[in-house]
């Protein structure tokens, strides 16, 4: 990657992503953790604060750098091309645009999420048994990415419950778990520039739509629209899946595919002419 022939508005975005990566290394060595007040948390957290609408877009998982190269790579890859055809301004503008309105579209979708999953809860608490329990856990619980502590105790409380289905004491300790997990998920933050990039993603393919994409896996070329399609059905597929240990937020990448869509067309409207 030559820095060089980056245009100025996506080699700043790469230099800040990079040094947010860096502090949140580094921090988090110190015992601080950067997306605590950085990522975006539900509006319905303590941690929530406004102005991580902003900031969780420059922010990215410590834990797997494949998260910070993918994201990276695209931009680089589609948005110096986007940025030639449109220029500085208006590209920062989408790309904002598009981060903001996926951060809004997950939002809304973790309302919604809270919001089932609250009504499970209180079934559990109305009419407490096993079963309704073991429900609750595998539509909502992540039990593979849990600790082998935790993990083993939810398991214990089943078992143990439906040898004695009477036991109030496993009751409680069901509607606990359940409790403790529904507030756990509510300061999990959101990080990452997935939704810009999937605007961007959106963008390349109207703009260039013919243009021949070489996919790695498998390692065959496909047009640029048929790689946007694609990506966004197996997207939306994922979403409504709502596999409790897939952590990726997927409504919020299908968010800024659709706003880069509306802010488009908006402006085809309003020039006449794409670009």
């Given amino acids: 990657m030559n820095f060089k022939n980056i245009p100025p508005v996506v080699k700043n975005l790469l230099i800040i992503n990079g040094l947010f990566f860096l502090a949140t290394i580094l921090l988090k ?16 957290s303590d941690k929530f604060q406004v102005h991580q609408f902003v900031t969780h877009f420059f922010m990215h998982s410590d834990i797997s750098f494949t998260h910070i190269l993918f994201n990276m790579f695209a931009l680089w890859m589609f948005g110096r091309v ?3 055809v449109w220029g500085g301004k208006k590209f920062l503008i989408y790309y904002v645009v598009s981060a903001i309105g996926a951060a809004g579209i997950y939002l809304l979708y973790l309302s919604y999420d809270f919001h089932v999953m609250s009504n499970a809860l209180a079934e559990l608490k109305n009419v407490p048994s096993p079963q309704l329990f073991s429900e609750f856990v595998d539509k909502y619980i992540p039990v593979e990415n849990l600790n082998s502590e935790f993990r083993i105790a939810i398991k214990e409380t089943i078992n143990r419950w439906v040898k004695s ?33 999937f605007g961007i993603l959106l963008a390349f393919g109207m703009l260039f739509p013919n243009t021949e994409l070489m996919l790695l896996f498998p390692p065959i070329p496909i047009k640029a629209k048929w790689f946007v399609i694609g990506y966004g059905a197996l997207e939306l597929y994922s979403g409504f899946a709502n596999n409790p240990n897939d952590n990726v ?25 794409f670009y």
């Fill in 165 to 197: 289905p009477d036991n109030t004491r496993f009751a409680q300790e069901a509607i606990y778990i359940s409790e403790t997990f529904i507030n756990l998920k509510k300061d999990v933050p959101m990080v990452g520039a997935s939704g810009a990039v």
């Fill in 29 to 44: 060595n110190q015992g601080i953790d950067l997306a605590d007040y950085l990522g975006l948390h539900h509006w319905s």
């Fill in 249 to 273: 937020a997927h409504f919020a990448h299908l968010g800024g595919m659709l706003f880069g869509f509306i802010l488009i067309k908006i402006w085809k409207k309003d020039r006449g002419n």
């Fill in 82 to 84: 986007l940025e030639g």
